[in-house]
C-alpha cells in the first residue's frame, strides 16, 4: 500500500514521465513544498544541489523509484 502511493508521488514529480525524477523536476517540486511553506524564499541551488546528491545514489544526475525510496 506505502510502495503504491509513493509510486503515485514519484508519477507526479515526474512529470515529464521518464521513469526518472530530474534535478529540474526535484527542484520544481522542493521549491513549491518548501517557499509554499516558510514564504521566505530561502530554497537555493546550493539547497536544491544537496538534496538531490543525496537522493542520487549512483550520481548519475537524476532520482530513479528505487532511490526515491531510499534504497
Known amino acids: 500500500m506505502w510502495k503504491d502511493m509513493l509510486l503515485a508521488l ?3 514529480i ?3 514521465h521518464s ?3 530530474s534535478r529540474n523536476e526535484f527542484a520544481d517540486i ?3 513544498i518548501l517557499d509554499g511553506e516558510n514564504s521566505m524564499g530561502d530554497v537555493n ?3 536544491i544541489e544537496e538534496l538531490t546528491s543525496a537522493m542520487d545514489f549512483d ?3 537524476k532520482i530513479d523509484f528505487n532511490e526515491f ?3
Open 10 to 12: 514519484f508519477n507526479l
Open 14 to 16: 515526474d512529470y515529464n
Open 19 to 21: 521513469g526518472f525524477i
Open 30 to 32: 522542493i521549491k513549491l
Open 45 to 47: 541551488d546550493a539547497y
Open 59 to 61: 550520481k548519475n544526475g
Open 69 to 71: 525510496l531510499g534504497k
